[in-house]
T-cell receptor, first 115, second 112 residues
Framework: SAVISQKPSRDICQRGTSLTIQCQVD?????MFWYRQQPGQSLTLIAT?????????ESGFVIDKFPISRPNLTFSTLTVSNMSPEDSSIYLC????????????FGPGTRLTVL | AQTVTQSQPEMSVQEAETVTLSCTYD???????LFWYKQPPSRQMILVIR??????QNATENRFSVNFQKAAKSFSLKISDSQLGDAAMYFC?????????FGEGTQLTVNP
């Protein structure tokens, strides 16, 4: 399994500002994913990030609000732009395992609070 | 679109006892994977167990086992000899290709 770290682990931000979340993996992976987990709810996929191509966004999520970078096979960033209190959530990155089981391994998450 | 339903928002179990968490899903596909993830208060999503749809044999990982009923589209998780460290939110997930679809979760409390 991959070891995944995220920075920051938590942050409190003001309305209208932006925050960039970093996701670092200890091995090269093709596919990385960004999820949002709103308080008390399940995980919702924001986008899939492949190295060397534009991220693929899910319905309800747009690049202007959640720009993603994927500069290499071990790193990705998610920016939450022009934040509002509704963006207060846990943001998790994950990677697809290298075996045939299609399982995903998750980072520890970033808890974002927007005031 | 695939949907995953966990009908038990909360469950509780006495330490050392057995508990079963329910999950149903909806799909028209025949080839897919099913997973149970655990999320303790630390927020870390931890894979508990996985099942390949083409396998009839139920997966087992130590104290964790599943009851996979493909025709009924049911995928329950049984935790035997429950421990205090099992207390967490448990998510059932359907996987096909690279996509995961999660259920709403079941909060498990383990009482000493």
């Amino acid at each position: 399994s991959a070891v995944i770290s995220q920075k920051p682990s938590r942050d409190i931000c003001q309305r209208g500002t932006s925050l960039t979340i970093q996701c670092q993996v200890d091995s090269q992976v093709t596919m990385m994913f960004w999820y949002r987990q709103q308080p008390g709810q399940s995980l919702t996929l924001i986008a899939t990030a492949n190295q060397g191509s534009e991220a693929t966004y899910e319905s309800g999520f747009v690049i202007d609000k959640f720009p993603i970078s994927r500069p290499n096979l071990t790193f990705s960033t998610l920016t939450v732009s022009n934040m509002s209190p509704e963006d207060s959530s846990i943001y998790l990155c994950s990677v697809l395992s290298g075996d045939s089981y299609n399982e995903q391994f998750f980072g520890p998450g970033t808890r974002l609070t927007v005031l | 679109a695939q949907t995953v339903t966990q009908s038990q928002p909360e469950m509780s179990v006495q330490e050392a006892e057995t508990v079963t968490l329910s999950c149903t899903y909806d799909t028209s596909e025949s080839d897919y994977y099913l997973f149970w993830y655990k999320q303790p208060p630390s927020r870390q999503m931890i894979l508990v167990i996985r099942q390949e749809a083409y396998k009839q044999q139920n997966a087992t990982e130590n104290r964790f086992s599943v009851n996979f009923q493909k025709a009924a589209k049911s995928f329950s998780l049984k935790i035997s000899d429950s421990q205090l460290g099992d207390a967490a939110m448990y998510f059932c997930a359907y996987g096909r290709g690279s996509r995961l679809t999660f259920g709403e979760g079941t909060q498990l409390t383990v009482n000493p």
